[in-house]
């Protein structure tokens, strides 16, 4: 680590609880897919800030949106209403299933009250929770226990009640499952954080089909997914299963924390005042950044290219699998979410692998200790792309040595 890096480090981790195992780089500039650390050093950020910079950092329309926002408004209480969150939701209801939102600051805020709505909705009798093993739903208690993997369970024991976990891909055992006390199944239509796991399209119309035979609520967390990560505004749309309710966050703002729980009107009813509020959520300055960014995600033609050159990540992905037979044996996703699935030798050197990257200019991690995972903004290019596979062809055959 460098001095300038190596001092900011310093002074990060005397203030900073170290619930983070960073990398040494303190980042200072960002600028489409490029990021800038404090000793000029450059980087292809192809994880976007783990899904969130979807057009990349600073975008200027999103830049000019906050700014001019900001200028008039910054915040103020839920009791009012203010521009931006009107103008977000249309956005968000005008081009889903929802016709209702609520506004929160992040992901697992977002889940949390699709949580609550289920559980509402439902009645007091009714209030568990089946979601799948190797999901992640968020930190926050409630969602730490919605969360299908154990590891991020131990040491916060007792969990809340009310929250189950299912083996992916088996409708009978997750239907024998299903209690008097059943009120929703959550998954996600992809899991990103065990590893990049799409789920089977026909498992997935299984489950909507165990939710109307049991009169269940369906909630898919596209918090990865969602805002064009796939290729679609949405991942159910190329999916064929429309959920009851549905989650987002990450990408909502390009990088503003804001989070989005979306439903029916019908469902959204039991919501009342007083049953589930946020300060902060929906705060003029981030709902200002997160209309500016669907309206570029929106525009004609920006999905297909997000298609177009997830198929060429893909194939070159797909390329190196063949190069590689000994360190890795697939290569899965959609859109311009990607995974590389390593082998058992190539799982052993997975953070290594990531690691090399990072000190040749290219940012990705190793997600659910099976894949390297790429997240690119949607607005990368396919020269850089190249990159990114250049780069990962060289760190991969020092490997193979």
């Not at 949390?112 to 926050?140: D, M, N, Q, V």
């Not at 589930?276 to 999905?303: C, D, M, R, W």
Request: aromatic share 6%.
């Amino acid at each position: 680590m460098s001095e300038e890096n190596a001092a900011w480090a310093e002074r990060s981790d005397e203030v900073l609880i170290g619930t983070y195992a960073r990398y040494p780089a303190t980042m200072v500039k960002g600028e489409g897919c490029t990021l800038t650390d404090a000793d000029g050093q450059k980087y292809l950020d192809c994880l976007a800030g783990i899904a969130v910079c979807s057009l990349g950092h600073c975008h200027p329309a999103v830049t000019d949106a906050i700014c001019e926002q900001a200028k008039k408004l910054v915040h103020v209480s839920n009791l009012y209403y203010t521009m931006p969150q009107t103008e977000l939701g249309e956005l968000l209801t005008g081009n889903s299933f929802a016709d209702k939102i609520f506004l929160a600051n992040s992901g697992a805020e977002a889940n949390e009250a699709a949580i609550k709505l289920a559980r509402i909705c439902a009645g007091p009798e009714r209030y568990g929770i089946i979601s799948l093993a190797g999901s992640f739903h968020g930190r926050t208690l409630a969602t730490v226990a919605a969360t299908g993997q154990p590891k991020f369970h131990e040491g916060f024991e007792p969990m809340p009640e009310g929250f189950s976990h299912a083996p992916l891909g088996n409708l009978d055992v997750l239907e024998a499952m299903i209690t008097d006390q059943t009120c929703a199944i959550m998954c996600e239509p992809l899991q990103g954080e065990s590893g990049v796991r799409p789920l089977e399209l026909e498992y997935l119309k299984g489950v909507k089909a165990l939710c109307k035979k049991h009169d269940l609520l369906l909630i898919f967390d596209e918090i990865q997914t969602g805002i064009g990560r796939t290729g679609t505004f949405f991942a159910y749309e190329q999916l064929g299963v429309v959920p009851d309710i549905m989650t987002v966050a990450k990408a909502l703002g390009n990088g503003l924390p804001i989070g989005a729980m979306l439903t029916r009107k019908e469902l959204a009813a039991s919501f009342v005042p007083g049953t589930h509020g946020s300060t902060f959520g929906g705060n003029p300055v981030a709902a200002a950044g997160a209309v500016a960014t669907l309206k570029i995600i929106l525009e004609e033609g920006f999905l297909a290219e997000v298609q177009e050159k997830g198929e060429y990540l893909q194939a070159g992905l797909d390329k190196l699998v063949g190069q590689f037979p000994t360190l890795a044996t697939s290569a899965r996703g959609l859109g311009l979410i990607r995974g590389l699935v390593l082998s058992e030798k190539g799982v052993a050197q997975g953070a290594d692998m990531v690691k090399k990257m990072f000190d040749k200019g290219v940012l990705i991690n190793f997600a659910g200790n099976v894949v390297l995972r790429f997240l690119p903004p949607l607005i990368i290019s396919r020269e850089e792309i190249d990159r990114l596979l250049l780069v990962l062809e060289e760190v991969l055959t020092e490997c193979t040595d």
